[in-house]
């Protein structure tokens, strides 16, 4: 009876991540061609007023992660943002937030891709980072074989 019990709660861990894995597939190729379309927003001038690097909250852990904030206008009405990509990492290391910094010290004058249809939506970096993009299919990816592997019992005693 326990052997049953312990193949049924793999089984259902495993279902779960398989879930969880497909569930974040379909949202990153719903979300795809969104990111595509940023390219072609209409762009205007902005100026960074912040970059820095501050301690993140993600989950109850703590992070060092980079702070970049920008100000532009759109047809007059001025914007503050800092949302530099689509796709952001998170779970640094210093060096790393250090280094994202490194393109926007304060005072630099930078290239906005704006929302038409909502200008207060923007980012310095239209489209997204391959290299995000790929670790987030990749962890994905992981959640559906552990999952798949736990159904099969593979990981059982």
Same mark, same amino acid.
């Given at each position: 009876m326990n052997l049953l019990h312990d193949l049924s709660g793999h089984a259902m861990v495993g279902a779960f991540l398989i879930g969880v894995g497909l569930f974040f597939l379909i949202?990153?190729?719903w979300a795809l061609p969104g990111w595509f379309k940023i390219k072609n927003w209409p762009q205007t001038t902005g100026r960074i007023i912040e970059?820095?690097?501050?301690?993140?909250?993600? %989950? %109850?852990d703590h992070f060092p992660g980079p702070q970049i904030s920008?100000?532009?206008?759109?047809?007059g009405r001025e914007y503050t943002n800092d949302q530099v990509a689509p796709i952001d990492s998170c779970g640094e290391s210093?060096?790393?937030a250090k280094a994202k910094?490194?393109?926007y010290?304060? %005072?630099k004058e930078v290239t906005v891709f704006y929302d038409a249809k909502n200008p207060k939506v923007s980012y310095l970096q239209p489209g997204f980072?391959? %290299?995000s993009f790929a670790l987030l299919v990749l962890i994905c990816c992981i959640f559906i074989a552990v999952g798949i592997l736990l159904c099969k019992g593979v990981f059982h005693r």
């Open positions: 949202v990153l190729s970059s820095e690097v501050r301690w993140k909250s993600m %989950g %109850g920008y100000r532009y206008s759109v047809e210093t060096a790393a910094l490194v393109p010290p304060v %005072g980072s391959l %290299g």
